[in-house]
């Protein structure tokens, strides 16, 4: 098992060195195009995350599988864990 995950994670190295290989021969329009589309993607995937963690709230909700009260009762509930 660890030698197969230590050889997907030499595989990924050599990928990514690949990758900032091909970048840093990219002129420098190139190079703040792609940090501007990488920029974009990267907000977008966290929006992705927010609106999914928001539904899933939205859902637990509505099936009553969540608790109300102050701040001063979730300390207490967690310190009762």
């Known amino acids: 098992m660890f030698n197969k995950d230590y ?5 990924r190295k050599s990928i990514i060195n690949e990758v900032i290989r091909v970048i840093d021969n990219m002129s420098l329009e190139q190079q703040s195009l792609l940090i501007e589309i990488l920029e974009n993607r990267y ?8 609106a999914q963690n928001a539904k899933q709230t939205l859902q637990e909700y509505k099936k009553g599988m969540t608790k109300k009260g102050s701040v001063k009762d979730l300390i207490r509930d967690l310190e009762d864990d």
């Not at 907000?43 to 927010?50: H, L, Q, S, T």
């Open 7 to 11: 050889r997907i994670m030499e595989a």
């Open 43 to 50: 907000r977008e995937k966290r929006r992705e995350g927010i």
